[in-house]
């Protein structure tokens, strides 16, 4: 990639995994909700991803995005989702673009699918034995608010692809949690993203051919309920972390 890579959100979670592993791999931009404590090794601005001003200067000279700023919460209010997650992303494709940014890839999430967990499946579901296996083509069907604002990303990435060919990728995130997948927490461990494995992921989506993709992104856990062979035949992903290979904080395996 020969110009820079903006990271929207970059002062999170999901933002501090990518960039543990991939900082020195990419000319990064970083979109921060508010200024920093310290001084970033990075180029960076701070603003909101509804002011249209912030984003135009956000998107401008970079070649892809990585789109993570938004509200995470499951419980989030429908203001909030509105504000921040739907006319956050719908303003950040509008400003990429008008900028000719190439590629787009959009944090979506395990919600925006949440309510396949009906009570009959559940909490078998969640086991290696069980065969529940959603695989990304399957429509959305979100569970709470949040959800839904997810979905609607996508579909808004959709509508900016469809209508101005711009190379757009949906990564529905799993649960992410550094060092050791979560503890007590089946349905955490059967979508558990480590953090190399999210940087890694996403570093596929900035260098693989695609144009439209829908794809889990979560490690590759024994347990599990969502597919990753799209992400290994579309972004060639081949994840080194597996749930299963953990008793709690230890690796066992
Ligand atoms: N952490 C996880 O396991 C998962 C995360 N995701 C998605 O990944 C993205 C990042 O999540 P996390 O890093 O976990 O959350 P986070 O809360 O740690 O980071 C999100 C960042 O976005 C910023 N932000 C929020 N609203 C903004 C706005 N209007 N303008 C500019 N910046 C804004 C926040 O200040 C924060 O720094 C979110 O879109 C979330 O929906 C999806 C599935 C799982
Ligand atoms: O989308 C998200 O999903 C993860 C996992 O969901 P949870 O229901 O198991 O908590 C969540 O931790 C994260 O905050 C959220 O953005």
């Known amino acids: 990639m020969d110009e820079p890579v ?20 990419y000319e990064w931009k970083l979109l921060l909700h508010s200024p920093p404590t310290e001084e970033p090794d990075h180029e960076f601005i701070v603003g909101d991803v509804t002011d249209e001003s912030t984003v135009r200067e956000a998107v401008a000279g970079v070649e892809a995005i990585i789109h993570l700023a938004g509200d995470p919460r499951p419980e989030a209010s429908w203001e909030s989702v509105l504000t921040n997650n739907i006319d956050g992303t719908q303003k950040m494709y509008e400003a990429a673009v008008a900028a000719g940014v190439d590629r787009f890839v959009y944090a979506s999430s395990n919600h925006a699918v949440g309510a396949f967990e009906t009570p009959d499946r559940t909490p078998e579901m969640y086991r290696p034995d069980d065969d529940f296996l959603l695989d990304g083509t399957e429509f959305p069907r979100p569970g709470n ?23 757009v990728c949906n990564v529905r995130i799993g649960n ?28 596929r989506t900035l260098e693989a051919d695609y144009e ?14 969502y597919s990753i062979e799209r992400a290994r035949e579309a972004l060639d992903y081949e994840p080194q972390d597996n749930s299963a290979e953990w008793d709690g904080e230890q690796k066992v395996a």
């Open 212 to 225: 439209f993709e829908i794809v889990y992104g979560i490690s590759d856990n024994d347990r599990k309920y």
């Open 6 to 25: 903006l990271l929207t959100g970059a002062g999170g979670r999901v933002a501090e995994a990518i960039l543990e592993g991939l900082a020195d791999d």
């Open 176 to 203: 992410l949690t550094r060092g050791h997948p979560p503890i007590d927490y089946e349905r955490g461990q059967a979508m558990w993203l480590s953090y190399p494995d999210c940087a890694h992921l996403h570093q």
């Open 145 to 167: 608010h949040y959800g839904i604002s997810k979905a609607t990303g996508e579909v808004i990435g959709r509508y900016y692809h469809d209508e101005y060919d711009l190379s």
